[in-house]
């Protein structure tokens, strides 16, 4: 549905170069859900720009619903007619709501049908079809002064859902929310992508936004995507540094003689006692140093650190065991930084996450 | 002088001065909007970013701005005459009041504008909003509290400036201060006027700061 190749963002800041985007390679396939995260100057807020191409990329295409946008942009800064109605097949929600203050809720919802020379009737219509989508049928006749922020960033997906979008892009819509008000605001991006098969595009720079709702996942650092793939897929991925983020699992050994396993739960195996089975079956004591779990799309999926008693050669049969399982396990040596592979500059994976 | 002799002296420039500066206003704000909105536009980083047209704009209203009125009045005799068939009298002084309040206009309506939130601009951008129907349904009426104002200060800086065209063929509250009450050192009378441009300021103001509350109560918070 969306499909960038080598994107390429470029800035000239006081004769100075600054590259926001390195070759950037995203696909993003129809009906899912898809969150690019990364930490603020990763290049994640360019790269939703150059999307819809508010931002002009410097080199490289953008392909939305099968139209290459790059080859309607044409020379100049102002954007031509073609590229202005593909724009307006693409929603798009923000992190400060940009609702224009001047105008009521339903204004605010009406003004993407004005610039579709949508007629009077048609667009009042569409705009309460709409909050009453949102869950804000009441507030049409509300300034955005006078809402909250939640319902605020509502009113923003409304506006972003008239124009009938197949693709929705969301700039940090949660990000000025609190914990409880995001999940709600999530939860509404969910329904939409599962009724109306709206495909979603996010940025974020929380791991949880992407645990909640994403199907697909792509880390951003310096401009470039470092990993990317679903979910799932990234769990299997062995030193999936996203799926270390995402699950994050603490917890260090309580002794010598111990040894301690990180073992991955994804797909069917997810669903059988796996754990117990281990401990009846080889006799053993096993303590949960730490988890992670999470039902997405019905399969609990997630990570698990175990401690299992003695040292690695005695546990070579049991962790054996685990993998025949079809779980993918890792052994964690003594080191308390974590499992091996990550590097330095992700800030401890195992205690950012957990607190939360 | 008494009463009955001032009255119809000041019932005259009033109605003179009033006539002066609201057409100015008109004029004014015809040519300063879109004036203002261009230097924003052509702007570095503007929506219709362009260098030379930016200049040659801030330029002419840096020279418009830094010439004291009296001046302009002046040097703009010939081109006063050209366009109204003569010089002298209210009608031809709206051409210089016009031109002079211009450059002082845009600056204003140019902060106005500037200070539009640009996460509106890139929304409608993303709705396929085209740059005439950002400035139209963004730029102005996000701006338009800030405009008003502008309009407010502006008709009274045109009211100062009618009072010096007064002294250079024009008519008004001005010119008749300076006839009668400066040249025939008549003081009730100058007092007069004085009084009558103070009442004339403090409405108008009035008006303004009326209009700016009404439309602020939109709830115009940044979101």
């Excluded at chain 2, 001065?17 to 704000?29: D, E, F, I, N, R």
């Amino acid at each position: 549905m969306i499909t960038t190749t080598g994107l390429t963002k470029v800035y000239q800041s006081r004769g100075r170069e600054v590259t926001a985007l390195d070759g950037v390679d995203l696909h993003v396939r129809e009906g899912e859900v898809y969150g690019v995260i990364g930490q603020s100057g990763a290049g994640k807020s360019s790269l939703i720009r150059c999307v819809n191409l508010l931002e002009r990329p410097t080199a490289g295409t953008v392909t939305v619903a099968g139209q290459d946008l790059t080859a309607l942009a044409g020379r100049g800064r102002r954007a031509g007619k073609e590229l202005r109605e593909a724009r307006s097949r693409i929603g798009m929600v923000f992190q400060h709501f940009n609702l224009l203050a001047s105008r009521t809720v339903q204004g605010n919802i009406e003004l993407p049908l004005e610039i579709l020379g949508v007629s009077g009737q048609a667009r009042t219509r569409k705009a309460l079809e709409l909050l009453d989508l949102v869950g804000l049928a009441d507030k049409a006749k509300s300034y955005p002064g006078q809402l909250s922020g939640g319902q605020k960033q509502r009113v923003g997906i409304a506006r972003a859902l008239a124009g009938e979008p197949k693709v929705l892009l969301s700039d940090e819509a949660t990000s000025a929310l609190d914990p409880e008000t995001t999940r709600s605001i999530l939860q509404l991006l969910r329904d939409l992508n599962q009724e109306l098969g709206l495909t979603v595009l996010l940025i974020t720079h929380e791991m949880d936004v992407v645990k909640t709702i994403c199907d697909s996942a792509a880390l951003m650092r310096n401009g470039r995507v470092v990993e990317s793939g679903t979910v799932t897929g990234l769990l299997a991925t062995p030193g999936s540094e996203l799926a270390h983020e995402l699950f994050p699992v603490g917890g260090t050994a309580s002794g010598p003689d111990r040894t301690v396993v990180d073992v991955t739960f994804h797909g069917e195996a997810a669903a059988r006692p796996v754990i117990s089975q281990l401990s009846r079956t080889y006799n053993i004591d096993i303590s949960i140093l730490g988890a992670a779990m999470d039902t997405v799309g019905g399969n609990q999926i997630g990570r698990m650190r175990i401690e299992l008693p003695g040292r690695f050669e005695e546990n070579v049969v049991p962790i054996g065991f685990l993998r025949e399982q079809g779980l993918q396990a890792e052994v964690v040596d003594g080191e308390p930084a974590g499992p091996a592979g990550i590097p330095a500059q992700t800030p401890a994976p195992h205690s950012k996450e957990v607190a939360k | 002088m008494t009463w009955s002799e001032m009255q119809p002296l000041l019932t005259q420039g009033t109605i003179d001065t009033l006539y002066m500066v609201l057409w100015s206003a008109v004029v004014t704000v015809a040519g300063g909007l879109p004036l203002g909105i261009l230097l924003v536009l052509t702007d570095k980083g503007g929506l219709l970013q362009n260098v030379l047209v930016n200049k040659v704009i801030g330029v002419i209203v840096n020279i418009g701005r830094s010439l004291p009125f009296i001046i302009l009045l002046i040097a703009l005799i010939p081109f006063t005459t050209w366009v109204v068939g003569t010089f002298i009298g209210p009608s031809a002084m709206i051409v210089p009041l016009a031109i002079g309040a211009i450059p002082f206009f845009a600056r204003l309506v140019e902060t106005a504008v500037r200070e539009v939130d640009h996460g509106l601009v890139e929304a409608v951008q993303s709705m396929g909003g085209s740059i005439p129907t950002i400035v139209r349904k963004v730029l102005l009426p996000q701006a338009l509290p800030s405009i008003v104002s502008g309009v407010t200060t502006t008709v009274i800086v045109l009211i100062g400036y009618s009072a010096m065209a007064g002294a250079v063929g024009g008519e008004g509250l001005g010119s008749k201060a300076v006839t009668y009450g400066f040249q025939r050192f008549d003081n009730q009378f100058m007092l007069i006027t004085v009084v009558l441009l103070i009442v004339i300021v403090t409405v108008i103001q009035l008006i303004g700061d009326g209009a700016v509350r009404l439309l602020a109560r939109r709830g115009r918070t940044t979101s």
